[in-house]
């Protein structure tokens, strides 16, 4: 998850770690491969959208270094899977349509989609669904669902080319009626050549962490020196800024208590006290972990502290529980899996 370079970039329950530092090289690379030599100042206008908009950027990270996952990938890539937009009210997510749309722009990967609004091409999804789910490989299951479907618009990264012949799964959304006009006009939106497709791109992320092996910090060093300051500027979230590590990095557990105790300066941090109340209150299984901000370290005083919270829901139960309070409480904040956000 990405929040521009002041926002900071996350993975599942945590930030400031390899797994985030992964994330920022490949969402660099990818800027460079599709740029080119306007790599960074695209990175810069880039960040700017995010943190003027107050947007967060979820992605699927692929990788052969953090692990294998299902099957190890040819390349190491990324798609982007989500984008919430925060603004001044309630977080909302883009559409389909509305994401393709945004990655275009910024020239960014997303998946193939396939659109079936009608009962005609739904009944044949899941007939070939059906008949493909159990031994379905890449190559023959795009063929079918390209033919079935009512619109496709092709993704930019070629799963069987980054990833192989092996499908982890499909993933089915429900869209509004409009989708099939946005979605007609995206089929016939040429994507832009990639510019940087035939220059030097660096070391991989393969070799980078090949070569520092032996040492994680030496790792995350590597990784962000390379991703480039236009998308990195400030490493304080991995390695800590004026005279404190990122080892005490973490505040004192009172923070949260001083958090929903104090007079809110703006909706989302009404709301976001809100959430956290009820999740307390209902004894959700959840831990508020909050962590100084070091990027705004150098504006510490006593009553202008800056810190960031990570709520890491520990089984998937309180997902549910939280849902069943929102059916009480409409004015409530949705509970979502996999968003960050500057606030």
Same mark, same amino acid.
């Given at each position: 998850m990405y929040a521009g370079n002041r926002g900071g970039a996350y993975s599942k329950n945590s930030f400031g770690n390899i797994y985030t530092a992964v994330g920022i090289f490949v969402l660099g690379r990818l800027f460079r491969e599709a740029w080119g030599r306007e790599a960074p100042k695209m990175q810069a206008e880039f960040n700017d959208c995010l943190e003027k908009n107050r947007i967060s950027v979820s992605m699927e990270l692929v990788t052969a270094v953090l692990g294998d996952h299902g %099957?190890?990938?040819? *390349? *190491?890539? =990324? @798609?982007? +899977?989500? @984008? +919430?937009? /925060?603004?001044?009210?309630? #977080? %909302? /997510?883009? &559409? +389909? #349509?509305?994401l393709i749309k945004f990655c275009?722009?910024?020239r960014l990967p997303t998946n193939h989609v396939w659109l079936f609004s009608?009962?005609? &091409?739904?009944? &044949?999804f899941f007939v070939a669904y059906d008949a493909l789910c159990e031994e379905g490989t890449a190559t023959p299951v795009c063929k079918v669902l390209g033919k079935i479907a009512d619109i496709s618009v092709p993704g930019s990264k070629d799963h069987v080319i980054v990833q192989g012949e092996i499908?982890?799964?499909l993933v089915a959304r429900i869209v509004s009626r409009e989708s099939s006009v946005q979605m007609g006009v995206l089929r016939d939106f040429r994507q832009r050549s990639l510019d940087g497709g035939d220059s030097d791109l660096g070391p991989s992320l393969r070799e980078i962490c090949a070569a520092n092996r032996s040492d994680e910090k030496q790792r995350i060093k590597a990784l962000l020196e390379n991703a480039g300051s236009s998308l990195c500027s400030d490493h304080c979230d991995w390695f800590g800024n004026s005279g404190l590590d990122a080892q005490s990095r973490n505040a004192d557990r009172s923070v949260v208590t001083h958090f929903? %105790? =104090?007079?809110? +300066? *703006?909706y989302a941090t009404k709301k976001l006290q809100e959430m956290i109340r009820l999740m307390k209150k209902r004894n959700l299984p959840a831990a508020f972990k909050c962590y100084w901000n070091y990027q705004k370290i150098d504006f510490l005083s006593n009553y202008n502290l800056h810190y960031k919270m990570v709520i890491h829901v520990h089984k998937d139960s309180a997902f549910r529980r939280y849902q069943q309070e929102i059916t009480k409480n409409q004015e409530l904040w949705p509970l979502y899996r996999g968003v960050s956000s500057l606030m």
């Open positions: %099957q190890r990938p040819k *390349d *190491d890539y =990324a @798609v982007i +899977t989500a @984008v +919430t937009e /925060f603004g001044h009210g309630k #977080p %909302q /997510f883009y &559409s +389909t #349509p509305e275009r722009a910024w009608t009962r005609k &091409s739904a009944t &044949s499908l982890e799964g929903l %105790q =104090a007079h809110p +300066t *703006d």
